[in-house]
């Protein structure tokens, strides 16, 4: 049956002689319609630059290209690349914005609420599936349980096998013995005459210098400090007490040598930077300063702890060596680090 | 039309974008003047151990006979030395001006021993009056005699000497005030003084080995002077001068005298070494190659960063504003 064309405003559906519902057409909107225009008020002028912008585009893609192939500087790849690429993406953004109706556009509708009749069956068919349709779920939802309770006991395997080894107590050591013998970078021994006041070099133990262990841990810096030696209890030049090694030390630094660890007992960084006249040890990373006259205790920054002190001894031929291993635990402190130091070497 | 400039909806972002490059080009400014002026005049902090006239010529360990020529003269030191000047020649009885060192490496020559009397006169003019007239040194500067004429000619060339003011913290390179010619007289005249080494070396770099050199570079010298050789600060007013507008000859002299708070390089590495140090500085640190694009002046993440989130990020933050913007319509 043939159906009336009735103002959409206004009517929600005129029910049929057969129960189902009819369908008002919704109006289309018109051509002349001025939300359909283009966006931009000068249309010409916009796609000018838009086609400008896609000839910059393909100039630097094509360029981008060629530059590939004759394998040019990355600056060159880069600023080929970029350019076209950005220029490609603003061209077409641009298109999009300002060439492209905007709207905004309204679509009649009919009215979308089922009629009284239709809800009421509905509610009663859903009631009366209800049943059926999770019992028969149950056995899927139990399979589903198992698989993820399974994973998420597997997920906490690699937390309790994959961390790595437990460091224990190798923190607590390094190579350093009694009677190692300093070498440089290169395995020379260290001779009494080699270095000037005021002259540094980093040092390792016999036979570690181009290990792991001897990179990170062992590295050992070792200053001859100016003039005056350095002095503990005995104080023959009444120094000031900030300038006197700990007591205990008196033997530790013949000839004006002395030697701590190069690892920041703050967060690890080698200490290199020395400066001879303000007798300093100057940590790169976060600037803490020690101060080598007294056992590297620092001025400033935020190192906790001195640099451990490595005690020195000279051989019959005038080489340095080691009297014992470090008295404590190098490097930055940790949980099982006790005050005292846990090394036995 | 700045009104209509203000009224766009960019106008805020842009406004941040501008205020963080301003700052950001204004801190790295200033950074960098601080890196090259001196400021401060007052002393250094209680723990400088530096007072002038406590500079007294070191002794050294073991003389060194003279023989009728170059080649002959031997370092005492261990067997096996490395070579470094550490046992020294002295300028002979007989006023014979050595050399020492081989071509293969390093060549130490003093100046002529015709400089020294103009050298005097430079002296007193330039010098004397901080120095004092037989380089004694003064309250206001160092005893000098006996650091040997490479140090003189490293900090009279390099423009630290004659120090604008004896009061700063550090003397900064600036443009050099006396001409080669004067250098190399004033250095004759204060080695005449007390003769001792290192004299004055001639790298040769053409036989040195870059790899070697970046090694050694890395574990001695970029601790301070950074791996791009850029420069730092360092401890109470101090800093380590940038690598870029010095020759071969003075890197070598910087290494093997340690100038002001720079250690004393020198049993730790053989002529080889710093041959090898010195040519990896005046190629690859001072000409970069910069594979990886502009180097920002070898400063590191932090201007990277800086221009990475102030044009990229702000651009981009900039763009997604344009995209977004409702249209004109």
Same mark, same amino acid.
């Given at each position: 049956m043939s159906e009336t064309v009735t103002s959409p405003a206004t009517d929600d559906g005129a029910q049929g002689t057969d129960g189902h519902r009819t369908r008002v057409p919704v109006p289309v909107a018109r051509f002349d319609d001025p939300h359909l225009q283009d966006a931009a008020r000068h249309p010409k002028r916009v796609e000018n630059i838009v086609a400008v912008f896609f000839l910059l585009g393909i100039v630097g893609v094509a360029g981008f290209g060629a530059a590939y192939w004759v394998n040019a500087k990355p600056l060159v790849l880069a600023l080929t690349f970029g350019a076209g690429l950005f220029c490609l993406g603003f061209g077409l953004t641009a298109w999009g914005k300002y060439l492209m109706p905007q709207g905004p556009f309204v679509e009649e509708r009919h009215v979308l609420r089922s009629n009284d009749e239709e809800r009421a069956a509905m509610s009663a068919a859903l009631v009366q599936r209800t049943d059926v349709v999770v019992r028969r779920r149950k056995v899927l939802g139990g399979l589903l349980g198992v698989g993820f309770g399974i994973f998420g006991i597997v997920a906490i395997f690699p937390l309790l096998r994959s961390l790595g080894p437990v460091p224990g107590d190798s923190y607590d050591t390094t190579n350093w013995r009694r009677n190692s013998l300093l070498v440089d970078s290169n395995g020379r021994p260290i001779h009494v005459d080699d270095l000037r006041p005021g002259g540094i070099?980093?040092?390792?133990?016999?036979?570690?210098?181009?290990?792991?262990?001897?990179?990170?841990?062992?590295?050992?810096?070792?200053?001859?400090?100016?003039?005056?030696? @350095?002095?503990?209890?005995?104080?023959?030049?009444?120094?000031?007490?900030?300038? @006197?090694?700990?007591?205990?030390?008196?033997?530790?630094?013949?000839?004006?040598?002395?030697?701590?660890?190069?690892m920041c007992t703050h967060l690890g960084c080698p200490v290199g930077l020395y400066e001879q006249l303000l007798e300093l040890l100057v940590c790169p990373c976060h600037q803490s300063m020690f101060n080598v006259r007294n056992g590297a205790i620092p001025q400033f920054g935020p190192a906790p702890r001195p640099l451990p002190q490595l005690p020195l001894q000279l051989d019959a031929n005038g080489y340095l060596h080691a009297q014992s291993g470090y008295d404590q635990a190098v490097g930055p402190g940790y949980w099982e680090r006790t005050p005292q130091g846990n090394s036995t070497a | 039309m700045l009104r209509r400039l203000l009224k766009t909806r960019f106008i805020l972002p842009a406004a941040l974008m501008a205020t963080v490059g301003l700052g950001g080009v204004l801190s790295f400014a200033m950074g960098a003047g601080a890196q090259g002026g001196s400021t401060g005049s007052e002393p250094a902090v209680p723990s400088q151990?530096?007072?002038?006239? #406590?500079?007294?010529?070191?002794?050294?360990? $073991?003389?060194?006979?003279?023989?009728?020529?170059?080649? $002959?003269?031997?370092?005492?030191?261990?067997?096996?030395?490395?070579?470094?000047?550490?046992?020294?020649?002295?300028?002979?009885?007989? =006023?014979?001006?050595v050399v020492y060192g081989t071509k293969n490496t390093i060549k130490y020559k003093a100046p002529s021993s015709v400089l020294i009397s103009p050298g005097e006169a430079v002296f007193q003019t330039y010098c004397a009056s901080c120095h004092g007239d037989q380089a004694q040194g003064s309250t206001?500067?160092?005893?000098?005699?006996?650091? =040997?004429? $490479?140090?003189?000619?490293?900090?009279?060339?390099?423009?630290?000497?004659?120090?604008?003011?004896?009061?700063?913290?550090?003397? #900064? #390179?600036?443009?050099?005030? @006396?001409?080669? @010619? #004067?250098?190399?007289?004033?250095?004759?005249?204060?080695?005449?003084?007390?003769?001792?080494?290192?004299?004055?070396?001639?790298?040769n770099v053409q036989a040195a080995n870059l790899t070697d050199g970046a090694s050694l570079f890395a574990l001695n010298c970029a601790a301070c002077h950074t791996i791009t050789g850029a420069g730092d600060e360092l401890a109470f007013g101090t800093n380590a001068p940038t690598l870029h507008g010095v020759d071969a000859t003075q890197v070598a002299e910087a290494i093997r005298t340690g100038p002001g708070n720079m250690p004393w390089f020198t049993g730790n590495l053989s002529d080889a070494q710093v041959r090898d140090i010195v040519a990896y500085v005046t190629t690859n640190i001072q000409h970069p190659a910069n594979p990886g694009g502009a180097g920002l002046g070898g400063v590191g993440p932090v201007a990277e960063g800086f221009v990475a989130l102030l044009f990229g990020v702000g651009i981009f933050m900039l763009i997604c504003f344009w995209i977004g913007d409702r249209s004109p319509s």
């Open positions: 070099v980093t040092v390792f133990p016999d036979g570690y210098q181009d290990t792991d262990e001897g990179q990170s841990y062992d590295q050992t810096v070792l200053i001859r400090v100016q003039v005056t030696p @350095l002095y503990t209890v005995s104080n023959p030049h009444g120094l000031p007490p900030d300038q @006197l090694l700990p007591a205990g030390r008196e033997t530790w630094t013949p000839a004006g040598y002395v030697a701590y660890s190069k | 151990r530096y007072h002038p006239g #406590q500079f007294t010529p070191r002794p050294f360990t $073991a003389p060194v006979t003279c023989k009728g020529s170059a080649a $002959a003269i031997s370092y005492p030191g261990p067997a096996g030395g490395n070579g470094s000047p550490q046992g020294v020649p002295t300028i002979c009885a007989n =006023g014979k001006v206001a500067a160092p005893n000098i005699a006996g650091v =040997g004429p $490479a140090a003189v000619d490293f900090w009279v060339s390099t423009g630290r000497m004659p120090a604008a003011t004896p009061l700063q913290v550090q003397a #900064q #390179q600036k443009p050099p005030k @006396l001409n080669p @010619l #004067q250098t190399h007289q004033v250095a004759a005249y204060v080695n005449s003084l007390y003769p001792r080494a290192p004299y004055i070396p001639t790298v």
